[in-house]
């Protein structure tokens, strides 16, 4: 993202980015609650296959990313897996410019008659950032969580391999587990999705192993501009 001085974000597209290209669609399958542990050790996860993210924008890391998602009646869950070769990041407070570090980015727009959708993204390192987005077309800014405690807090987990967890560690890889309840989207959504709900939504990954940033995206219309949210694809929460 591209940071104006008055603290909110140019809205732009990539150049080259085809956006004739399909909109997915990815079936959100049904799953019962459990806690996040980062490894994606949990029986539901090895029932639900990987989804290839594509790389968009023009930095040049080529690591495999790949991400699953489910849903219980309680909260959406993603877990994405990336590749790596080092830990470019540092260790950011909560709330902090994560994406100015390697960082998994998750974008949910469940209401399409209301231009305002929910970001978080998540370091190798656990630093979190937690945002609701209004945005015109033009630009945006984004507002924190009120009461982001107990079961209104996302709750996420990393493992890394090959390597320490720490800042610029080499590595081979890591993973992220996310926990987003539907109770911190309140007012964003209508009831908790029942089968055959869609919301629109994208998955990122930002690497900065290379000279300039590389990206990763599930719905690839979007090229590296996460927050052109018009182009997001569709999730469509199955039957149990």
Known sequence: METQSNG???VGWEEGVARSAPRPELCVRPTI???PTGDGAHAAWLRTPWVAMSRVGTGVSIYPTLFKCLY???ALYLLVDCGDARLTTRAFGEGGDVWR?????VFLWPNELVPV???????????ELALLVPNDGHSHTGWAPWYYEGPRRVRAKTVVRGG???PMAYVVGWTAEIRIPFALLAGLMGPPPAPGVRWRGNVYRVDHDGPRPS???WCDRTGADTHAFRE????VFAEP
Request: charge should be negative; charged fraction near 25%; proline fraction near 9%.
């Open 215 to 217: 990206h990763w995206a």
């Open 117 to 127: 959708y929910f970001q978080y993204d998540l370091s190798p390192l656990g630093a």
């Open 8 to 10: 909110t974000y140019r």
């Open 72 to 74: 219980s009646p309680n």
């Open 33 to 35: 609650d459990f806690e």
């Open 101 to 105: 570090g390697d960082a998994v980015e």
């Open 164 to 166: 320490p967890r720490e």
């Open 232 to 235: 997001y694809g569709s999730l």
